[in-house]
Structure formats: structure tokens, C-alpha cells
């Protein structure tokens, strides 16, 4: 049942979200960037792998606009992403030589807006030297804000049938900037910059270049999608999507309940769909939280509190004035913060996770709470790996922050992100103000679409999944041949997710198990039979030696704080019990061999 090296996880879908290692040996392959992993790969997981539709589309526009043999580009839905990413390049080389790195801006043709309401998309493009990409990845990898392999695909036929044209208007199309969608009105179809538009203005002009062959628009759409999506379906599943974020849907609901649900009672008292605000990647969320915390309160040092995952840490190191660090998350920690707020320190916020990746350790938010009521500074919580159905950290949180690619969605077919307001927080009027004002939308249409789709049974999935984990972690736990299992339940910190968990809450999907050995780790991981590759919340067990995949430059590092280098995470899916306990029971086995 294992999937072969290199394919899609799961298998047989185009916009997989992960790939198959399914071999600890490849992992490491993967890491050192040998052929005979890399030339398998159709696909990896989205930030750090560039879909091949999306290396497709990049590669044309270099062709149209650029210098096919020296040049290279990075895109984005929008003016506003591309030039954060413009900027991080020009910062990483000579002033001289900033003017190499550009904006190409591709917009809808006049005549891709004639008929109906549909869907379009605008393309920024940040064009540089080839030599520069090492530049360019950790912006793609660490902001989330790149186009997704949908919005790539139809941008490639939008571009070749002639509905997505160059903006010759200016060099970096400061017009499109005058063109955001901004605030609550955000999912009304206003402008083309967030995936959707409305009818054209009566002056439209007829088509000129492209659709030779007498196409409208209308008929490109039908044959791209199989149907027209409209902006209605695609503000609908937005819509939908943030009402569950919001915890006023706490049951499984097909679309139209979704949207005739009006309950008040949410996560925390008085919250509402418009405290939520949705992104292309969980990462993407975390970002602009920093970028809207820094604009609303200044540039200020953040605090890292936990072992984070890796690209949360990069964020605040790498964007504004940095970050203090504490890798343990420990209550020795919070007492150092304290003591260096007791000493006039400072900070714009602290992200951390509920719980951590990989330890599933759970921070005090309790006493991190009092700490930012009484020192003034934001708290940010990663909620990704429980979800808010199992706990709520909303109330002890001023922006919670999810990744909606995995649990929420649970098919592994399509990304997403969003950031929470909590109406009850300190900062509340000022950051909804802040992000009224500064976000825009560049969540594609059909992505939504999907992710509202996968998102119908959230609930009664999440219910069978904890069911499941706490049968097998309890197995594995009781094996002498498991040097640890690292699970909420039976973390030295689960008194602090017990204060947060909600009446129904179990303790999640995720966990990870440790052995006396590398060799026993390998044995486990080869021979566990189950899909193989990064990501987790998925709808099928998914196993991945997450250490080496995260940290494999830094395992000395990581091993500091506790993070051993031959752990291996599970994430359980919706596999029933019996089953998962052979395929386990005969992994262990393997160990058991392992050792003679």
C-alpha cells in the first residue's frame, strides 16, 4: 500500500499537499538534494517545493518578459507580496545591483471581464539573476504568500489564450496597488486582485489580443473549471469557511447551513466571521500577523516561546528587529522574561504553539497572558496542531493563528491559512483597524472552494481521530520498546492543555515516539505501513522522521532543547483502530529484530 518514492501524498492528486519519503534513507536523500530522490519528485509540500505548474508558469513568463538563460522569477497574487519578496532580494545583495531584481504585473485582458460574474487573477512576478534564488526561497518558504498550483494553473491558460496580459501601464504597475480589497467588505468581488471580480465597467473594450479562435471568457472558464465558478460560490465558501473558524458552526453542515447559521456563540464571547481572516498557508497567517503587529505597534523584538516549528523562528529573525528565544518553553523561561520585563525590556509580542512541534508540549498561557495585560505586549498562538475544537486559547490570545492545509481540510489537496482576532484581547480595537486597513485577500477562488468542501466534516472527523490517537499512543506508550511518546496526555505540561481544553476536547491527532536507537528508529519508520511524507491533520496516517526533514542543518541545535534527531512524528488518520494496531504492532517488531 506504500506509495512509490516521489509520488503524490495522497496518491493520484494533482495538488497534493505532500510527497512520498517513504524510506528514511530518502528523507536524507531529500535533504541532501540527491538525484535519485529529486528526480522522482512530482511534487512536495507547497512552501518548500515549487509546484511543477507553478515552475511551468514561471519559466513562460521569464520567456515573455525576461532573460530565459539569466533569469529567473518568484510570483505572487499581488503588488503588495511581490515587493515584500523584491525587497528581501535587494537587502541580500550589492545596492548597485538591487536594480536587477523587478516587478512584472500581469493583469486580466479588457475582454477577459466581459459577461458575467467569474473569477479571474492578477500575476506579480519578481524577476532576478538566476544566482539569486537562494534569496528568493526563504520568502516563498517563509511568508506563504506565493500563487498557489491552482491559481498557476489557470494563470498558464489565462496567459497562453490571451485573458492574462502584461501591464505595460507602468514599470512596477503602481495602479493595481489602487486596487486592493480591503476590511469587512473584502469578500464582495470588488477588483480582480483577490482571485474574483464583477462585471466590467459598460466601456469594456472587445477582445484584441488572444482568443483567435472566437472563445469568450465565459467558455474559457466553463472549460478550465467544468463549470462556471462564480465569484457567489467562491464568497459563499469564504464565507462558510470563517463562520467554522469563528466556532459558531459546532457541528458538521453542508453549505447553505453554513450560511444560515447565525448563532452569537463562538469561540469567545462576542466573536463573529469578520474577526477572521483568511490567507493562502497557515505560514502566510503568521506572517502578516508579525507584519500587522509591526505596523500597528511599532518595530519591536518579538519573543519565540517553545520550540516552534522552523519557519515561525525565521519569520521573526529574518523580518524586523528579531526575537528573543526560548526554545524550552519552560516555567524557567517565563521567569527570565519576566525578570527582563521587571527590567524595562520591551517586545512587540510572543508567539508560540498549542502545542509544540514536535515535543506537543503545551506553554502556560495563562501566566503569558498576565504577563502581556501587565507588560504590554501581544500574544500570539499557533493553534494548528489541536485545533480549537479540542482546546481554546482564543481567550488567553490576541491573534491565533491556523494553518487550515491540515486537520481543518484533512484531504491533503489544498492549502490555507487564518488569523483570529480575539474581540475580548487588549490590542482588539487597534488590530482590527490595523487589518481592515492592511489586509487583502489573495486567497484563490477555487482553493476556497475546496477547502470549504473538505472542511464539512471537520467535527465528527476530529472526534474519531482523537479516539483513534489515544488508542494507539496508550499502545505504544506501554511497549518497552519506546523510549518516549510525546503526546499532550502524557506531556509534563498537560495540566496547562487540561486548563485550556474544551468540555468534548480530546488531545489531537499528532504525536511523536522516540527510540533507544537510530537503527530501532529506522526499523519503525521503514517498516510502519502507512504514507510517508511531510504535513499532518491528514484524513490518512502520515508518518515522517519530522527532525531530519526541519532541522537536518541544525540536529545539534535542535538537540539542545530536547529534540531528538531520530524522532519520528505520526499524525493518525481515519483508519480504523484494529488496523492502525497491526500496522504498528508490526513495526515494532521490526525494532525487536533490529536489536538482534
Given amino acids: ?46 512552501r518548500f517545493f515549487v509546484h511543477p505548474s507553478i515552475q511551468k508558469l514561471a519559466q513562460e513568463i521569464v520567456r515573455r518578459v525576461g532573460d530565459p538563460e539569466t533569469e529567473t522569477a518568484t510570483l505572487f497574487a499581488s503588488i503588495k507580496t511581490a515587493r515584500l519578496c523584491q525587497s528581501f532580494i535587494a537587502s541580500k545583495v550589492p545596492a548597485e545591483e538591487a536594480r536587477k531584481v523587478r516587478i512584472v504585473n500581469f493583469i486580466p485582458a479588457p475582454h477577459a471581464e466581459a459577461g458575467a460574474s467569474t473569477i479571474t487573477s492578477s500575476l506579480s512576478c519578481v ?16 511568508s506563504g504568500n506565493g500563487i498557489s498550483s491552482r491559481r498557476g494553473e ?58 483567435e479562435d472566437g472563445r469568450d471568457y465565459a467558455q474559457f472558464i466553463e472549460e478550465r473549471f467544468g463549470r462556471n465558478l462564480s465569484t457567489m ?13 469563528a466556532g459558531v458552526l459546532t457541528a458538521d453542515s453542508e453549505l447553505p447551513e453554513a450560511l444560515e447559521t447565525t448563532s452569537a456563540e463562538g469561540r469567545v464571547a462576542g466573536i463573529s466571521e469578520n474577526d477572521v481572516f483568511l490567507y493562502p498557508s497557515g505560514m502566510s497567517a503568521i506572517f502578516n500577523s508579525h507584519q500587522i503587529l509591526m505596523n500597528s505597534r511599532g518595530s519591536l523584538k518579538s519573543i519565540c516561546f517553545g520550540f516552534p516549528y522552523t519557519d515561525t523562528l525565521k519569520i521573526l529573525q529574518k523580518w524586523g528587529p528579531g526575537c528573543l528565544f526560548y526554545g524550552h518553553g519552560s516555567s524557567e523561561d517565563l521567569d527570565d522574561l519576566e ?14 504553539e498549542a502545542p509544540g512541534n514536535p515535543l506537543l508540549r503545551t506553554p502556560d498561557l495563562v501566566r503569558i497572558h498576565k504577563l502581556a495585560d501587565q507588560y504590554d505586549f501581544a500574544v500570539v498562538v499557533d493553534e494548528t496542531i489541536s485545533n480549537f475544537l479540542n482546546i481554546n ?39 482590527k483597524e490595523t487589518f481592515d486597513r492592511e489586509f487583502e485577500d489573495i486567497y484563490w477562488a477555487e482553493d476556497a472552494v475546496f477547502l ?36 499532550p496526555k502524557y506531556s509534563p505540561t498537560r495540566p496547562m492543555y487540561d486548563g485550556l481544553r474544551n468540555p468534548n476536547g480530546g488531545y489531537g491527532g499528532l504525536f511523536s515516539v522516540t527510540f533507544h536507537s537510530n537503527a530501532e528508529a529506522i526499523a519503525f519508520y521503514d517498516t510502519l505501513e502507512v504514507l510517508k511524507g511531510p504535513s499532518l491533520g491528514t484524513n490518512f496516517t502520515l508518518a515522517s522522521p519530522y527532525v531530519l526533514l526541519a532541522h537536518y542543518g541544525e540536529l545539534d541545535w535542535a538537540k539542545s532543547f530536547n529534540v531528538d534527531p531520530d ?30
Fill in 127 to 142: 524577476i532576478y539573476p538566476k544566482e539569486w534564488a537562494p534569496h528568493a526561497k526563504p520568502v516563498w518558504q517563509h
Fill in 154 to 211: 489557470f494563470c498558464m491558460r489565462a496567459l497562453e489564450d490571451g485573458f492574462l496580459v502584461e501591464d505595460k501601464g507602468s514599470a512596477t504597475a503602481d495602479s493595481m496597488s489602487q486596487r486592493p480589497c480591503k476590511g469587512p467588505r473584502r469578500y464582495q468581488g470588488r477588483g480582480s486582485i483577490n482571485g474574483i471580480t464583477r462585471s466590467p465597467p459598460k466601456d469594456a473594450v472587445s477582445p484584441v489580443n488572444g482568443a
Fill in 567 to 596: 524522532l519520528v512524528r505520526i499524525s493518525i488518520g481515519l483508519e480504523e483502530v484494529p488496523d492502525l494496531r497491526s500496522r504498528f504492532q508490526t513495526a515494532l517488531d521490526a525494532v525487536q529484530k533490529s536489536r538482534k
Fill in 1 to 46: 500500500m506504500l506509495q512509490a518514492l516521489g509520488g503524490t501524498v495522497p496518491p493520484n492528486t494533482d495538488h497534493a499537499v505532500s510527497v512520498s519519503l517513504p524510506t528514511w534513507r530518502s528523507n536524507i536523500g531529500y535533504e541532501e538534494g540527491e538525484d535519485w530522490v529529486i528526480g522522482k519528485m512530482v511534487c512536495g509540500y507547497p
Fill in 452 to 487: 470549504e468542501r473538505n472542511s464539512r466534516d471537520f467535527v465528527s472527523r476530529i472526534e474519531k481521530i482523537n479516539s483513534t490517537s489515544d488508542n494507539i499512543t496508550a499502545m505504544l506508550k506501554a511497549s518497552p520498546l519506546v523510549k518516549d511518546v510525546h503526546y
Fill in 339 to 352: 525578570a527582563r520585563l521587571k527590567n524595562g525590556e520591551r517586545f512587540l509580542g510572543l508567539f508560540t
Fill in 233 to 245: 460560490l467562491a464568497d459563499q465558501a469564504k464565507l462558510a469557511v470563517r463562520k467554522r473558524i
Fill in 393 to 431: 486559547v482564543l481567550q488567553y490570545a490576541d491573534i491565533v493563528a491556523s494553518s487550515l492545509t491540515k486537520i481543518f481540510s484533512g484531504d491533503s489537496n489544498v492549502m490555507g491559512g487564518s488569523a483570529v482576532l480575539n474581540p475580548k484581547g487588549r490590542f482588539y480595537k487597534l488590530l
